[in-house]
């Protein structure tokens, strides 16, 4: 179970996710990262996620790190666009893993 926790008002907003990964009730990793902090031109975002952390050679964390990095290194400066590169991505990702749907599971 992933923890996460929001707290905003007009000045500050704060994000806390837990650390802790396991699998079938055994613990894995006890400092893993769930939180990727984003800058762009119009926003700073902070991203959290839950779910599956790692699948065979593929670490949520570290692709989700890359990822962006590789958007702000294309040049992708506002939020809206950064998000639809980032759904982007994240369609092509989930549609080539095992059970995935759609042409790249094909």
Not at 7 to 20: C, G, M, Q, T, Y
Not at 26 to 39: A, G, H, Q, S
Not at 60 to 80: C, F, H, M, S, Y
Request: charged fraction near 20%; include cysteine.
């Amino acid at each position: 179970m992933t923890l996460i926790l929001a707290f905003a008002n007009r000045e500050i907003a704060v994000l806390l996710a837990d650390r802790r990964i396991s699998s079938n009730g055994r613990l894995i990793d006890d400092e893993y990262n769930k939180l990727v902090v984003l800058c762009c031109h119009d926003a700073r975002v902070a991203l959290a996620f839950t779910g599956l952390a790692q699948m065979a050679n593929l670490d949520i964390a570290t692709w989700l790190t890359n990822t962006v990095g590789e958007i702000d290194g294309a040049g992708i400066r506002t939020l809206a666009d950064v998000l639809e590169c980032l759904r982007e991505r994240l369609e092509l990702l989930f549609r080539s893993l095992p059970g995935g749907h759609g042409p790249a599971a094909q």
